[in-house]
């Protein structure tokens, strides 16, 4: 099996930055990518960013937002600056990986999210 665990979200004004990190672990044989998704209240989730060998954005965060990755940590990051009041949501942080168990297939696991709320 594969954990997936986000930290860094709260609270931040209009304007200001926070990074979003992403932590793997368990059975992991390789990962193929990592990405971000995000939920705001009553909407339904979308993608924010994913990066494998190179790293693609929505258009709403294109020039805003940073994907990078670790892979010696198994980890990713999101470093989310000039936010807006409709970046608000809760951020999740998706995993392809292959496990030890069976490597042949690549399955996503999902993290339990963080809050993000960009209020002044």
């Known amino acids: 099996q594969v954990q997936v665990v986000e930290s860094g979200g709260g609270l931040v004004q209009p304007g200001g930055s926070l990074r979003l990190s992403c932590a793997a672990s368990g059975s992991i044989f390789s990962i193929d990518a990592m990405g971000w998704y995000r939920q705001a209240p009553g909407k339904q989730r979308g993608f924010v960013a994913r990066i494998t060998s190179g790293a693609n954005y929505a258009d709403s965060v294109k020039g805003r937002f940073t994907i990078s990755r670790d892979n010696a940590k198994n980890t990713v990051y999101l470093q989310m600056n000039n936010l807006k009041p409709e970046d608000t949501a809760v951020y999740y942080c998706?995993?392809?990986?292959?496990?030890?168990?069976?490597?042949?297939?690549?399955?996503?696991?999902w993290g339990k999210g963080t809050l993000v709320t960009v209020s002044s």
């Open positions: 998706n995993v392809e990986a292959r496990t030890t168990s069976v490597p042949s297939i690549a399955t996503n696991y």
